[in-house]
């Protein structure tokens, strides 16, 4: 599968998904280079962003963090949720 296609393919399982509630959608987790909204406070409104997303990992207690444009260090991957993509030219 492309990386297009598998974008597509993530975007239409995000389709249900509405920001008001300021949690991740069900099953997803930011990738490298995904546009995400940062959450000082899990479930909060949006603090920051759109950010990009410069790498993904887990930390040795099993915790998935996230290292952000314009952020120092890490964020939980519970505190990200996805911003809408932009089309180029905007």
Excluded: F
């Excluded at 899990?42 to 790498?55: A, D, E, M, N, Q």
């Amino acid at each position: 599968m492309s990386k297009l296609q598998e974008r597509c393919k993530r975007i239409r399982a995000m389709s249900a998904w509405h920001h008001d509630d300021n949690t991740r959608p069900p099953h997803w987790m930011p990738r490298q280079d995904d546009r995400v909204y940062y959450h000082s406070v899990i479930g909060g409104p949006i603090t920051s962003g759109p950010h990009c997303v410069r790498l993904v990992d887990t930390l040795p207690d099993g915790t998935s963090v996230a290292w952000l444009t314009g952020k120092a260090g890490c964020v939980s991957c519970d505190a990200v949720t996805p911003a809408p993509a932009v089309e180029v030219g905007e």
